[in-house]
Antibody
Framework: QVQLQESGPGLVKPSETLSLTCTVS?????????WGWIRQPPGKGLEWIGS???????YYNVSLKSRVTISVDTSKNQFSLQLRSVTAVDTAVYYC????????????WGQGTLVTVSS | QSALTQPPSASGSPGQSVTISCTGT?????????VSWYQQHPGKAPKLMIY???KRPSGVPDRFSGSKSGNTASLTVSGLQAEDEADYYC??????????FGTGTKVTVL
């Protein structure tokens, strides 16, 4: 069982950068999983943001690619999300999760954190 | 990459079956046998229920089953129980833009 916990500001101003960290426990980030970010606007569906391997290889949703950076810190067993130039449409619950590249599934999820974009 | 299309809602009485469709294209659902289904209860993170079209992770009841025909995948919940009331999302590997979710279906147990 992999445990994940998102952390970061719950309120971000428009045009600024949203930054979140996912801390992984009970499992080393430097193993077989990819690690991913997914978001869900209030009352709406899920949207894949991107995924990263511990080597640093990344895959991003093409619709967000120009504004997103996902990075990994193996020494802290964490991976992070940066989303630049945010607007109100980026208000969502942000989840981190393990991404199984064998079956293309998100197997374990964090509890999610609500980020609101507002001045 | 557009979201996969699901009906907004589905319902059934306890003990009955409900089937949810998930329609994509030949670039996602129709092109790969990597369709997954997730269950999400209100305020909770999604839970993986089906992967590789038909397979169930350990601990998922065999009342949940998946199938695919062409560009459309389906999730069937047999013997509906009250705890099955939730939102369900399909997803698929999609090649160059590797991952896409469905629009979601709210299942109501009458």
């Amino acid at each position: 069982q992999v445990q994940l916990q998102e952390s970061g500001p719950g309120l971000v101003k428009p045009s600024e950068t949203l930054s979140l960290t996912c801390t992984v426990s009970t499992y080393s980030i430097s193993t077989d999983y990819y690690w991913g970010w997914i978001r869900q606007p209030p009352g709406k569906g899920l949207e894949w943001i991107g995924s990263i391997y511990h080597s640093g290889t990344t895959y991003y949703n093409v619709s967000l690619k120009s504004r997103v950076t996902i990075s990994v810190d193996t020494s802290k067993n964490q991976f992070s999300l940066q989303l630049r130039s945010v607007t109100a449409v980026d208000t969502a619950v942000y989840y981190c999760a393990t991404y199984n590249s064998n079956w293309y599934t998100f197997d374990y999820w964090g509890q999610g954190t609500l980020v609101t974009v507002s001045s | 990459q557009s979201a996969l299309t699901q009906p907004p809602s589905a319902s059934g009485s306890p003990g009955q079956s409900v089937t949810i469709s998930c329609t994509g294209t030949s670039s996602d659902v129709g092109g790969y046998n990597y369709v997954s289904w997730y269950q999400q209860h209100p305020g909770k993170a999604p839970k993986l229920m089906i992967y590789e079209v038909t397979k169930r992770p350990s601990g998922v009841p065999d009342r949940f089953s998946g199938s695919k025909s062409g560009n459309t995948a389906s999730l069937t919940v047999s013997g509906l129980q009250a705890e099955d009331e939730a939102d369900y999302y399909c997803s698929s590997y999609a090649g160059s833009n590797p991952y896409v979710f469905g629009t979601g279906t709210k299942v109501t147990v009458l």
